[in-house]
């Protein structure tokens, strides 16, 4: 059974701080990430998408990638209240096929 | 940008009936839609991705009868939860993945659909 794991939260932040996400993943031939932010009753919106070890920066957003420890993470650098969301992480799992982890919520407190 | 609208955004129903749920990519081509549920407070499970002009591969658990997909045109796909139970209230949520599109994580999402089964 393939896997995504991530801490549930509540993760809470200052205003201004780094937001930072993590996640790691059961199948080691993964080779595609994305992080998504999904707002309360909302669908999920693609924030950034990572292919290769190392880091991708995006604005504020940085993921970072480290496939020898299966392991993704999303920082978020300046957070602001607006950031307040669930994160879900997503895996390629094969075909057309994504796994989405359950979910991290992050509050950035003003 | 790729724009995705799903009908109705929610509705509320009675138990034993049936619910259509369209899910429209408005401005380019879906070669293939997924459709996805989620539960409260977990994650999206995916149920079925759909082909337009073939049936629609399920994911393990779900049943094929109950939830009848088709995907009958480039920009159209339907949902219909048939002799809906209570248990079958969620957020239902499509998503498409457009011709230049290869890698399946970058999909287009739909609003979702939220479902109250009484």
């Known amino acids: 059974q393939k896997e995504v794991e991530q801490n549930s939260g509540p993760l809470s932040v200052p205003e201004g701080a780094i937001a930072s996400l993590n996640c790691t993943y059961s199948d080691r031939g993964s080779q595609s990430f994305f992080w998504y932010r999904q707002y309360s009753g909302k669908s999920p919106e693609l924030i950034m998408f990572?292919?290769?070890?190392g880091d991708k920066e995006d604005g504020r957003f940085t993921a970072q990638l480290n496939k020898a420890s299966q392991y993704v993470s999303l920082l978020i650098r300046d957070s602001q209240p607006s950031d307040s969301a669930t994160y879900l992480c997503?895996?390629?799992?094969?075909?057309?096929?994504?796994?989405f982890g359950a979910g991290t919520r992050l509050f950035v407190k003003a | 940008g790729a724009v995705v609208s799903q009908h109705p955004s929610w509705v509320i129903c009675k138990s034993g009936t049936s619910v259509k749920i369209e899910c429209r990519s408005l401005?380019?081509?879906?070669?293939?839609m997924f459709w996805y549920r989620q539960f409260p407070k977990q994650s999206l499970m995916l149920m079925a991705t759909s082909n337009e002009g073939s049936k629609a591969t399920y994911e393990q658990g779900v049943e094929k009868d109950k939830f009848l997909i088709n995907h009958a045109s480039l920009t159209l796909s339907t949902l219909t939860v048939t002799s809906a139970h209570p248990e079958d209230s969620s957020f239902y949520i499509c998503s498409a993945l457009g011709r230049e599109r290869t890698d399946p994580g970058e999909q287009y999402f739909g609003p979702g659909t939220r479902l109250t089964v009484t």
């Open positions: 997503a895996v390629n799992a094969g075909g057309f096929k994504t796994i």
């Open positions: 401005d380019f081509q879906a070669t293939t």
């Open positions: 990572i292919y290769s070890n």
